[in-house]
């Protein structure tokens, strides 16, 4: 049965922020139950901990499952008190008015609970995916609420090798830890949109790092540059990015149509300019701390080196345009389980002199190869709360990043 809704409960027609912002935001009125339901998450971490209070709408209650290692099952189960959804065809949560036709600059391949546990993934550093609806509670029904049959496919983990790609996101992991999702509300419309859409491409690289790990530096990538993307248009006008980058070309289209069509193009440009070096100035920001435990110093990535930090990132960036652009994966030493060998934890990058493939006519020297993809991840994590955290204001502000993996993701 589908509830009348009061004055002022109605979202906006064009949402101002994701639908996990907005529905928070909405529970802030303090509204009646307005119906809710559960969904199970699952991860191959160890969870503890759980959230009963703090998160508006939300809650994650912790199974307790059997532990079985680096093996994705139900640990925990979100709760969410639905205030609004956008577009569903559930009977209990339909939305008939808003504006139909083609709508597409919002989306980013998932519904709420897809960003609820995408910025818990990134906050805490550990593979997070949900699975199917299990339980509903309806206004004026049964209080404990009715199973849902499962519609959907559950999430599938899939493994390679023995040796872990990324080893430290199947950690013991608490959910107390969080220091950044309990925030959510505090950031602007438009920073949250940001972090969910990073915190997505986050998810899903560090979800099949095991099973294609040239597909994971992809997105590891993008969800950088999606970040970057956002930092810069605070920082910069298109304008003032078309100036910096290209400025031969606004002088030539200043003189062929003056300022406003200078104006004009560095607009329908504005994404495209300048990318190696806003996603190399982006990481060089909000670089992470190093890991807390780091391999000898013959396996290490030169954390403090600026010079080797700039360098690392536009190889890293390079690779990434040539496989989108020419075909080429990345190296396959960057690809493979990191060498841990006696060690406490894995090496942080390649220590081979020269790598060959010789069938294929491939060789890699040491100078090619900057780092693992658990090195990058750990990165990537690192930096992405960093600039999440400076969103949130200064007296709201809890610790700063989570630790998640950006501080123990590289322990085995």
């Known amino acids: 049965m589908k509830k009348p809704r009061e004055n002022g409960d109605e979202p906006k027609a064009d949402p101002r922020g994701p639908a996990v912002w907005e529905n928070w935001i909405a529970a802030l009125k303090g509204r009646e139950f307005p119906g809710a339901y559960e969904v199970p998450l699952y991860t191959d971490a160890y969870v503890t901990g759980e959230l009963e209070e703090g998160y508006g709408p939300y809650r994650l209650l912790n199974l307790v499952p059997h532990i079985k290692p680096g093996v994705s099952r139900q640990a925990i189960v979100l709760r969410v008190e639905a205030q609004i959804v956008f577009d569903s065809e559930d009977p209990l949560f339909r939305l008939d008015d808003l504006p139909r036709g083609t709508k597409c600059k919002r989306y980013h391949g998932g519904g709420r609970d897809d960003e609820v546990a995408a ?5 805490l550093g550990i593979r997070l995916k949900p699975g199917d609806w299990s339980r509903w509670f309806i206004p004026g029904e049964d209080p404990k609420g009715r199973p849902r049959p499962r519609h959907g496919e559950e999430p599938v983990l899939l493994r390679g090798a023995d040796r872990r790609v990324i080893p430290g996101p199947a950690r013991e992991q608490s959910l107390n830890d969080d220091v950044l999702v309990k925030h ?10 940001a972090i969910v859409r990073a915190a997505r491409l986050y998810q899903d690289a560090l979800w099949i790092a095991e099973s294609q790990p040239e597909l994971s530096w992809l997105m590891f990538v993008s969800a950088v540059e999606t970040a970057a993307n956002h930092w810069r248009s605070a920082e910069e006008t298109p304008r003032e990015r078309l100036h910096a980058s290209k400025p031969e070309l606004e002088e030539q289209l200043v003189a062929v149509g003056g300022e406003a069509h200078a104006d004009k193009v560095a607009h329908m440009m504005v994404e ?6 806003k996603f190399v100035d982006f ?3 909000f670089w992470p701390d190093p890991p807390s435990s780091r391999p000898p110093e013959w396996a290490q990535f030169p954390w403090d080196d600026k010079t080797a930090i700039k360098k690392a990132t536009r190889t890293i960036y390079d690779y990434r345009s040539t496989a989108l652009h020419d075909g080429t994966p990345f190296p396959l030493p960057m690809c493979e389980p990191p060498w841990i060998g006696g060690m406490p934890v894995p090496s942080e990058r390649p220590g081979v002199q020269a790598t060959y493939l010789p069938a294929a006519g491939v060789q890699w020297t040491k100078g090619d190869l900057p780092m693992h993809l658990h090195t990058f991840e750990y990165i990537v994590q690192g930096a992405l709360c960093k600039w999440w955290n400076s969103m949130i204001p200064a007296d709201d502000t809890a610790g700063g990043p989570s630790t998640g993996s950006g501080q123990a993701g590289c322990a085995t």
């Open 119 to 123: 910025l818990f993934s990134l906050s």
């Open 283 to 285: 990481v060089s920001r």
């Open 272 to 277: 495209s300019l300048g990318s190696t070096k």
């Open 184 to 193: 959510l509300p505090l950031v602007e419309p438009s920073d949250a949109f």
